[in-house]
């Protein structure tokens, strides 16, 4: 049954993104259901080289240029000797590191915040153009980091996961409906689920992210999410006045 009111299209592309990244993962080796990868030290070993061929290198999309052996060696994984990836498209890598993950936590929170914030930013934005936004803004970010870094230790380590293209959906939303009411989990005594304005929750969330790029150590590249959200929030000031596009 339906009401009489106009139907709201399904968030195709959100779920699209959720589905392929789910897939991604679980037929890679970080997940450790693929039989492909072996177990133990092999599938580790399996996972840095899965990382170094798919995922963005720093130094490489500067360089235009896969690195050598002895360049990824630079950020090694224990036991794990790096080898070259010949033939690797350091602009292409940009593309399918958005769709890779370190693990089941880094897979799950990305795709969390996609899948409340996604749907509302798609409708507004309209499926194609949405598709084209969450590349150009993951795209975006892994550049930008890429510069940042181009002159310390990060500039050979690789980058992963989905965050600076959701990070940019965050940006987008905020902008679009900054007193929303977003539900979060409060840790006092117990989780308790609270409503907050979306510009009290999404303006504190990135302000931690700043506050992180200079006081976190590595594993965690806060910067991308810093620059992708900055993008889809001007990306989103530029469409804030415009009726919203259809699906298609």
């Known amino acids: 049954m339906r009401d009489g009111g106009p139907a709201v299209p399904a968030p195709a592309v959100t779920y699209a993104l959720i589905a392929v990244n789910t897939l991604v993962f679980l037929l890679g080796p970080a997940a450790g259901l693929n039989p492909l990868y072996g177990s133990g030290q092999a599938r580790v070993c399996a ?6 061929r798919f995922g963005a290198v720093p130094a490489e999309l500067l360089a235009g240029r896969p690195l050598s052996a ?16 010949p033939g690797k498209h350091p602009a292409l890598s940009v593309l ?34 949405f598709t084209l936004f969450y590349l150009a803004v993951g795209s975006l970010a892994t550049y930008g980091f890429a510069l940042a870094e181009a002159h310390s230790p990060d500039s050979t380590r690789v980058l992963i996961g989905a965050s600076g293209a959701i990070s940019g959906v965050l940006g ?17 005594l117990l989780f308790l689920p609270l409503r907050f304005p979306a ?50």
């Not at 590191?97 to 749907?119: E, I, Q, S």
């Not at 798609?122 to 194609?128: D, V, W, Y």
């Not at 006081?215 to 929030?233: K, Q, R, T």
């Open 47 to 52: 996972e840095q080289r899965y990382e170094q």
């Open 70 to 85: 002895e360049q990824l060696a630079e950020d090694p994984v224990p036991g794990c000797p790096a080898a070259a990836t």
């Open 96 to 129: 399918s590191a958005l769709f890779l993950h370190a693990g089941w936590l880094h897979l799950a929170g990305n795709l969390l915040f996609l899948y409340v914030f996604g749907p509302t930013v798609e409708r507004r934005l309209g499926r194609a153009r």
């Open 172 to 188: 987008a939303y905020l902008r679009f409906h900054p007193r929303s009411r977003v539900t979060t989990l409060v840790p006092l």
């Open 199 to 248: 510009w009290l929750v999404l303006g504190l969330w990135f302000v931690l992210q700043g506050w992180s790029v200079h006081a976190a150590g590595p594993g965690v590249a806060y910067l991308v999410h810093v620059i992708g959200f900055s993008a889809g929030f001007l990306y989103a000031c530029t469409v804030v006045g415009r009726p919203p596009r259809r699906p298609g």
